[in-house]
């Protein structure tokens, strides 16, 4: 009752407003050869008038409410807040705005924010049925760091970082995919499923277990003409590329043959030619990942040294020219799961969230949760 009757103020104040900017049009009005002129200052009032009904009168409805006339049930997560540094409890609904606000461009297409935002809530359900929890921080569920859940924005956030305008048609658009997915998750076998996600996969996705150590029936690699984005290019210092698979644990030490790995390096260094190369790929997955790769006297996997690299994905090319070893990467993100790209090209494409999500995730059901 008190979201409708400010409702009301607001339309009878700004209509108000407007009898009030018509009376001073008239009087301010000029006229020239017949014409009547208005002063750009009546435009402008005029204007931001018309603005301010369209938002406040147009954007904010009351809230749902059940047929008994009470507000709906709230499905509560606890979340611990990076950028305050504290545990908070929000609806669930509401914490997936801000998910998908963070993970995912406004500017995608409606249907793509909605599988976004169904993926985001399975994730979140998940989390709290699995009890994965944060960790460090016991009482909380989810965080907003994607490091170890999902990244999260607020609304006041997101309103500093682009403006009255710009934040409300994102956050309307973004409302409006979590609201018309409210409650749908992915489920296989009637369970929630790990729906983990990317931002590109270069052309193909990944098994579950050629990133991580479980094989999932549901994150099978697909082909993805969708989300296939330009390579990146990434040069690094021999030196630097060195140092740090210094630091990977679990290396495997190769033995030096000829004039040794580390003549080899110092080779590479001087700009002359090696009999074989500072950095090799030793072997892919079938989607071209790199599975392991030997650097100097060192292998390591490719996710290894992707993490120590801060590279966009192991799927990758490498030539070292002088003291340089150049990176053509392909993809942005582990590979696993739905590519936020491929969901974007798919739904520009006409598909539906529900077809994108069932083209990514193989075999999952959409099952309505919570109403």
Not at 66 to 72: I, L, R
Not at 272 to 287: C, G, H, N
């Amino acid at each position: 009752m008190l979201i409708r009757y400010l409702r009301l103020r607001w339309k009878v104040q700004l209509f108000t407003r407007l009898g009030e900017f018509s009376r001073h049009m008239r009087r301010c009005a000029r006229f020239r050869s017949g014409r009547r002129l208005l002063r750009w200052r009546d435009v402008l009032n005029i204007s931001l008038a018309i603005t301010a009904i369209y938002f406040f009168c147009g954007w904010f409805g009351p809230p749902p409410v059940t047929d008994a006339g009470e507000m709906p049930s709230a499905r509560l997560v606890s979340v611990y807040r990076h950028d305050i540094g504290q545990v908070v409890t929000m609806d669930i609904e509401e914490y997936i705005k801000g998910v998908v606000a963070a993970e995912m461009p406004a500017s995608f297409s409606l249907e793509a924010l909605k599988a976004q935002a169904v993926a985001s809530r399975t994730y979140t359900i998940y989390s709290i049925l699995k009890g994965t929890g944060v960790p460090g921080v016991a009482e909380a569920a989810v965080s907003t760091h994607y490091g170890t859940s999902q990244a999260w924005i607020s609304e006041e956030a997101l309103r500093r970082r682009y403006g009255f305008l710009e934040y409300y048609w994102r956050w309307r658009k973004i409302s409006q995919a979590v609201e018309e997915t409210r409650g749908l998750i992915m489920t296989y076998q009637n369970e929630p499923i790990l729906a983990v996600y990317h931002s590109d996969s270069g052309g193909r996705t990944e098994n579950s277990e050629n990133y991580w150590s479980s094989p999932l029936p549901y994150l099978r690699s697909v082909d993805d003409p969708y989300s296939k984005q330009p390579p990146v290019v990434d040069v690094r210092d021999v030196s630097e590329v060195l140092a740090k698979v210094q630091r990977i644990p679990n290396r495997i030490k190769v033995t030096s043959t000829g004039g040794g790995r580390s003549g080899e390096a110092a080779a590479a260094a001087s700009g002359t030619v090696a009999a074989d190369p500072l950095v090799e790929v030793i072997e892919r997955y079938r989607s071209g990942r790199v599975k392991s790769v030997r650097v100097n006297d060192t292998i390591v996997t490719g996710r290894a040294l992707r993490e120590a690299l801060g590279l966009r994905s192991n799927w990758f090319d490498v030539s070292v020219t002088g003291s340089k070893i150049r990176f053509v990467q392909y993809g942005y993100g582990h590979g696993v799961g739905m590519p936020q790209y491929g969901a974007d090209g798919m739904a520009k494409m006409g598909y539906g969230f529900e077809e994108i999500l069932k083209y990514y995730y193989r075999g999952v059901e959409l099952t309505k949760w919570y109403d």
